[in-house]
């Protein structure tokens, strides 16, 4: 008796679906995608955790600081094999590039980006290749020392689901456009323990200056649907702890705070800028598009035997810098890491390596505020003994601003520090940082559109947006197995 094959099943559930009302639809999508996006959250955090212990904990001899959220732990002062940071960090970069350059070329980079380029211009084009490659690659990348954020693969492996799901559902390309979207934030949301500002980011991050409503009521049923699964493994606490003892009482604040938010707009800029110049320099590279992320990562392990707060994620760092911890990271690291940062993730993803650059962003940002915290608390009484209100501030303005999505960062950071509190001085802060961002259009994800009517080829018919779409990427893959000079 011969089998029946899936394609009627999935053809009639498709047509069911994409007939059934608005709630009815969504409820079911959302409870999928937040389910993939929960279940891919917990396996890609367990796999850079076991890549980190085995690369940088058992060669370099390195523990890596955590936050409070993900065991708390101190750390290694510095590596006892600091000569290996380089061997290792470079090893990464090369076989994250061998992986992806190998079976999924598309897989390169940054992939909250990818998402959202899928969303605009090809929401079913997605390979469920491409999910496991940057996976793993991106494991291989943070894992052995590389300047990179979980959120990237994350949000890509959920988006990607979407994609999955508009193909053989055989969505309206609305609908897939909604899919996509919808992934990119239960994905984010999940892995930061924050499904509020990931559902807010899926509706604000595909544009500048807009934002999409029809993608925010399925996230919130995807982004909380990941949030239970992924807490369920990992636990429901704020990322950071709670830092919620902050009451707005002092006006002379602000001023530091509007100083927070003008540093903040110009070191975004200067993010963003540095991040796609080196990559540029890495695209103009003769060596073959497989070895640059081994140069990258090469370069920043050299960076880290002098500076080891370059490794890997860095959110243990934050977790210092939110408190009196702080005082024991010399001032010129505190001044200079912001910078340093910019320099890692760039060399580390711009180069082709694999991971996010949300997370980076964060670590720049909250070490702008604690550098005018400790520049300025000695000899300004006013601004208190506790570093928390001024990290946070600054995490929140500095990607909030560069990201051209202030409202769902402002959210994010605020669930990871159980600081809602804080709002009213973030709000001058990252108003001034995104007023400063927005004179010159710079955005850190170079596949925002600006506004929903520059909607393109995205909103085709879905049969010829494939075509074009598989025969760019045979293209592509092509062009990734000839070595390049």
Known sequence: MGSVSPRPLTAGFGRWISGTSYVKRWAILGVAIGAIAGLGAVVFFRLVLLSTHLLLGDIAGYTVPTPIGEGHLIGSASPTHAWALPLLAGFGGLASGALVFTFAPEAEGHGTDAAIAAVHHNPRGVRLRAIVVKLLASALTIGSGGSGGREGPAGQISAGFGSHLARVLDLSP??????VATGIGAGIGSIFGAPLGGAVLAAEILYRDDFDPKALVPCFVASTVGYLIFGSAQGFGALFGSHGSYAFTNPSQLVWFALIGVLAGLVGLLYAHSFYGIAGLFARSPLPRWLNPAVGGLLVGACAIIVPELLGTGYGFIQKGLGQQLNSIPLWIVLALPLLRILATSLSIGSGGSGGIFGPGMVIG????????????PIVPSLGTNPAPFVIVGMMACFGSISRAPLAIMLMVAEMTGSIGIVLPAMLAVGIACLIVKQSDATIYKSQLGRREEEGRGLRDAEADAEESFGH????????????G
């Open 473 to 484: 990427l045979e293209t592509v893959l092509a062009g990734a197995s000839r070595p390049r």
């Open 174 to 179: 609305e609908d897939s456009r909604t899919a």
């Open 366 to 377: 909250a070490f702008l505020g604690a550098a005018v915290w400790r520049l300025f608390a």
